[in-house]
Structure formats: structure tokens, C-alpha cells
């Protein structure tokens, strides 16, 4: 049986991001608030945009930062999130989490 949708966006994070470092996607909400996540699905795809060995875990700011701009600049996809709001919010809003990551996947996968 196929996964579709919302299931098939996380299986597919899941896949892309597996071995990489601090990375762990549980769920679509706090599981990309590092902006590591964001950064290893860019590597894996286009390991020459970022350097995902010189992030820092901590660095919620920089590591969202540098991914939107990437994202942005490299590969047209549009930043629908603010790497402020990754620091400041305690529950990251989940809908525009997936709306985002939707783009990665139809840039990654057409």
C-alpha cells in the first residue's frame, strides 16, 4: 500500500535526511526547529550548496538562515518560514512546515 500525503512527506524526510547527524524526524513540528533537518535534505540533493559538517546544532538562527537562503537562491523555492519564529516559538506552526517542505520535495523530485 502507498503512502500519500502528510505520511509520505515525513517517509520521504525521513529517507533523505537518515544518517545524518542531530537529525531526527519524529514528527513534523519541533523535529525541524535546529534547521538542521532543512539543511541535511539540501546536502543530500546538493551536497555542494552547504557545508552540514560545519553546522551547529545550537544555532537555530544560522542553521534556518542559511537553509531558506539556499533554498531560496539555489533552488527557487520560495522562504514561507522566518528563521526568527524557529527560535522564538515554542510550537512551530505544523501546516506551514509541510507546505514548505512540499517544495523541497517537488524540487528535489521532478
Not at 14 to 43: D, K, Q
Not at 69 to 88: F, K, N, Y
Request: charged share 15%.
Amino acid at each position: 500500500m502507498a503512502l500519500c500525503g502528510t505520511k509520505a512527506l515525513q517517509v520521504w524526510c525521513r529517507r533523505v535526511t537518515e544518517g545524518y547527524s542531530n537529525v531526527n524526524i519524529l514528527n513534523m513540528t519541533t523535529s525541524w526547529r535546529s534547521g538542521l533537518a532543512f539543511c541535511a535534505i539540501i546536502h543530500h540533493h546538493c551536497p555542494e550548496l552547504l557545508d552540514f559538517d560545519s553546522l551547529d546544532q545550537d544555532d537555530v538562527f544560522g542553521n534556518n538562515s542559511l537553509a531558506f537562503s539556499v533554498a531560496e537562491q539555489h533552488l527557487g523555492i520560495p522562504s514561507l518560514l522566518d528563521p526568527q519564529d524557529m527560535v522564538e516559538c515554542e510550537l512551530l506552526d505544523r501546516l506551514s512546515i509541510l507546505t514548505y517542505l512540499a517544495q523541497y520535495f517537488q524540487a528535489f523530485n521532478t
